[in-house]
Nanobody
Framework: VQLVESGGGLVQAGSSLRLSCAASGDARSLNEMAWYRRAPGKLLELVAKTTTGDDTTNYSDFVKGRFIISRDNAKNTMYLQMNSLKPEDTAVYLC?????????????WGQGTQVTVSS
């Protein structure tokens, strides 16, 4: 499985962006997909995740009410709608996919897309 993010950019505080994560290969094997971010000088942190089957979603507290994660299985694409962006949202946003095949657990990562929010 290959994951490719897109949609990042430079925006002003209060603006919106929509990130995309396109999956290729055996994308239907992914049972969980998530967005992470890495800000300068900070550790990698989970932003939001979604699981197939029951379509549950989970958000970190710092994005609740502002970001929406979604998945279009027909297009093998996951999205992150980011609203009311703040300068502290500036980071490289990475897409992660997980799959369980038999007794083996797989993790896949994209290369990331830069989001910069100016004040």
């Amino acid at each position: 499985v290959q994951l490719v993010e897109s949609g990042g950019g430079l925006v002003q505080a209060g603006s919106s962006l929509r990130l995309s994560c396109a999956a290729s290969g055996d994308a239907r094997s992914l049972n969980e997909m998530a967005w992470y971010r890495r800000a300068p000088g900070k550790l990698l942190e989970l932003v939001a995740k979604t699981t197939t089957g029951d379509d549950t979603t989970n958000y970190s507290d710092f994005v609740k009410g502002r970001f929406i994660i979604s998945r279009d299985n027909a297009k093998n694409t996951m999205y992150l709608q980011m609203n009311s962006l703040k300068p502290e949202d500036t980071a490289v946003y990475l897409c992660k996919g997980e799959a369980d095949v038999g007794f083996t657990h797989y993790e896949y990562w994209g290369q990331g897309t830069q989001v910069t929010v100016s004040s």
